[in-house]
């Protein structure tokens, strides 16, 4: 299917729950905007940057359009689009800016693709990446298997049906962390290091905790517009589709279950024959630019019986990342709420 998708690159501001605000380059989508309303979205960059969702095969446009940075009007930064870990892209569409071109302020630039295997990837901008990725233009992107069918509990996967890879619920946890001396100095027109760099927030979808947890999205967190909340019904099978764009590792864990891990990477781990090497694990230990896809059953705790949501938590066993600005608990936490079995009704998108 030809898929068209237009993202716009700007800068914006980002809320942590100490109530700072935290100056940020990011991604918006900006798909089927009148091109006279575009600069509307000037400053309105998101963190995580919009997901990206795509099916094997797909023929995918996706135009890039730079549309400036308004709290930094001296910038005349180009901008690209990498997509990470897409094992047959071509150099030219890759957004690597030796071999390709970038975006200058107020130009468009048109990327294909058509993906070839189903996973969780990521993307993110290529110009001066240090700064780029830091500064917050990243996000997940996902690509379903061609027989794909959210319809069909056997055609509901991750790998394609026969796999084992079924799911009920998916979830993006994208994983980052921010260095607010090093926002705060580029947002006052000065020159960082970073070799200093020392994050001091940790996020789990752009978000910090408590605000990880908070679903509908209140008016103060439009530029974090995605919840990390997992809530599902007791016995379903939940994917969680784990990327880390920071600059450390990160090891997440959620007592009370176990992750069953089926792709690394954006690949299913398979044997030479074919086998499923697929395995169980407590705690997913993740490096920048990894992905991994865990699935976990909901545990039921109502054995029956009716009852509250019941509350499992999700965060990072380096437990000196779950702080927010000296506030603890914070930091890169979230929750998984269970309901009774059939409260919930089918989820139809991620993290809802
Ligand atoms: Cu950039």
């Known amino acids: 299917?030809?898929?068209?998708?237009?993202?716009?690159?700007?800068?914006?501001?980002?809320?942590?729950?100490?109530?700072?605000?935290?100056?940020?380059?990011?991604?918006?989508?900006?798909?089927?905007?009148?091109?006279?309303?575009?600069?509307?979205?000037?400053?309105?960059?998101?963190?995580?940057?919009?997901p990206l969702v795509f099916i094997v095969g797909d023929e995918v446009y996706l135009t890039l359009t730079n549309i400036g940075t308004p709290t930094r009007p001296d910038l005349d930064d180009p901008h690209t689009i990498h997509y990470h870990g897409f094992p047959n892209q071509i150099a030219f569409y890759d957004g690597v800016p030796e071999p390709s071109i970038a975006v200058p302020v107020g130009r468009n630039f048109t990327y294909y693709y058509k993906p070839l295997n189903?996973?969780?990837?990521?993307?993110?901008?290529?110009?001066?990446?240090?700064e780029h990725i830091q500064m917050g233009m990243t996000g997940p992107l996902i690509v379903r298997p061609a027989d794909y069918d959210p319809d069909y509990p056997e055609y509901k996967t991750a790998y394609g049906h026969g796999t084992g890879t079924e799911f009920d619920r998916e979830f993006y946890i994208f994983l980052s962390e921010l260095d607010c001396h090093i926002h705060d100095l580029?947002?006052?027109?000065?020159?960082?290091?970073?070799?200093?760099?020392?994050?001091?927030?940790?996020?789990?979808?752009?978000?910090?905790?408590?605000?990880?947890?908070?679903n509908p999205t209140p008016c103060c967190?439009?530029?974090?517009?995605?919840?990390?909340?997992?809530?599902?019904?007791?016995?379903?099978?939940?994917?969680?589709?784990?990327?880390?764009?920071?600059?450390?590792q990160h090891a997440l864990q959620l007592p009370g279950t176990v992750f069953k891990i089926i792709g690394m990477d954006a690949m299913r781990p398979l044997g030479r024959n074919g086998e499923d090497?697929?395995?169980?694990?407590?705690?997913?230990?993740?490096?920048?630019?990894?992905?991994?896809?865990?699935?976990?059953?909901?545990?039921?705790?109502?054995?029956?019986?009716?009852?509250?949501?019941?509350?499992?938590?999700?965060?990072?066993?380096?437990?000196?990342?779950?702080?927010?600005?000296?506030?603890?608990?914070?930091?890169?936490?979230?929750?998984?709420?269970?309901?009774?079995?059939?409260?919930?009704?089918?989820?139809?998108?991620?993290?809802?």
């Open 221 to 248: 967190l439009q530029q974090q517009p995605w919840s990390a909340l997992i809530r599902a019904n007791a016995g379903e099978k939940v994917l969680l589709r784990f990327v880390n764009l920071g600059f450390q």
């Open 1 to 50: 299917m030809k898929v068209d998708i237009r993202i716009a690159v700007t800068d914006g501001w980002i809320d942590t729950p100490d109530g700072i605000k935290h100056y940020i380059f990011g991604f918006v989508d900006i798909t089927g905007v009148p091109e006279a309303e575009i600069f509307n979205y000037c400053g309105k960059a998101e963190l995580m940057a919009p």
């Open 277 to 352: 090497l697929s395995f169980f694990k407590n705690v997913v230990y993740i490096s920048p630019g990894q992905s991994t896809d865990a699935i976990f059953t909901v545990p039921d705790p109502f054995q029956g019986q009716a009852g509250f949501p019941v509350v499992l938590s999700l965060y990072n066993r380096n437990l000196n990342k779950n702080y927010t600005a000296g506030m603890v608990p914070g930091g890169m936490i979230s929750q998984v709420h269970i309901y009774p079995p059939g409260t919930l009704p089918p989820q139809t998108a991620p993290n809802q």
């Open 118 to 130: 189903p996973g969780t990837y990521m993307y993110h901008c290529h110009q001066e990446p240090v």
């Open 186 to 214: 580029i947002a006052k027109v000065q020159d960082p290091d970073w070799t200093e760099y020392k994050p001091t927030y940790w996020l789990i979808n752009g978000r910090s905790y408590p605000d990880t947890i908070t």
